[in-house]
């Protein structure tokens, strides 16, 4: 089962920033938070990940509370082609392939409106 | 930039048929994925594979084998196929060796068991 709960939709209006948060309140000391999206008709596609600091790349942002039980996801300037499905994902960050693996959920869809 | 193709994006078979999915990944990675998503259910791991021939099963394995004869090539085959099968193949590639260990997705195979 996913170790983490997120809304099943979202509306952004484009140019807006998109807050997309996610619950993980059974995360472990040693697990990481991944964020992942899905456009249409493609695979998956990774974005952003961090541990306990908040994190920032060219994609997005990721805010991790203090207790590590929670995160956000902002894409600060949302655009149509950021309309897609938004993962989050707990997985322990140790080399191997059993602890490589992905556990998706059903994320967010988040809709970009004109 | 790693490219991860599968064979067809579209694919239709009848009910007992043997079918072979294909995934090739271009970027010398060690491990390999083949998950199906379904509305409402998410992505779901169905096997997985750390080296050449060497398998593991994931968490819907059943109905569904795996070959891994080279590095870049993974298979999924569908033994004799049944129409529950009928869903969205993606295949991922990952290295174990290159923090944090993202997966790169294919574009996916439609499978439609009539």
């Known amino acids: 089962d996913a170790k983490t709960t997120q809304p099943p939709s979202m509306d952004c209006a484009e140019g807006r920033a998109a807050n997309l948060p996610c619950n993980h309140s059974?995360?472990?000391?040693?697990?990481?938070v991944y964020w992942y999206r899905q456009i249409h008709s493609q695979g998956p596609q990774y974005i952003i990940h961090?541990?306990?600091n908040n994190e920032t790349n060219e994609m997005a942002s990721l805010i991790i509370t203090e207790d590590r039980k929670s995160s956000t996801l902002i894409l600060p300037h949302a655009t149509l082609r950021d309309t897609a499905v938004y993962y989050c994902?707990?997985?322990?960050?140790?080399?191997?392939?059993?602890?490589?693996?992905?556990?998706f959920g059903t994320g967010t869809l988040l809709a970009v409106q004109p | 930039d790693v490219k991860v193709t599968q064979s067809s994006r579209y694919l239709v078979k009848r009910t007992g048929e043997k079918v072979f999915l294909e995934c090739v990944q271009d970027?010398?990675?060690?491990?390999m994925f083949w998950y199906r998503q379904d509305p409402g259910l998410g992505l779901r791991l169905i096997y997985f594979?750390?080296?050449?021939?060497?398998?593991e099963k994931g968490d819907i394995p059943e109905g569904y084998s795996v070959s891994r004869e080279k590095k870049e090539r993974f298979s999924l085959i569908l033994e004799s196929a049944s129409t529950n099968q009928t869903s969205m193949y993606l295949c991922?590639?990952?290295?174990?060796?290159?923090?944090?260990?993202?997966?790169?997705f294919g574009p996916g195979t439609r499978l439609t068991v009539t």
């Open positions: 991922a590639s990952s290295s174990p060796l290159a923090w944090p260990y993202e997966q790169y």
């Open positions: 059974t995360i472990s000391g040693n697990e990481y």
């Open positions: 961090g541990l306990k």
């Open positions: 994902i707990v997985r322990v960050g140790a080399l191997g392939g059993a602890t490589n693996k992905l556990i």
């Open positions: 970027m010398d990675h060690e491990n």
């Open positions: 594979s750390y080296d050449v021939k060497m398998k």
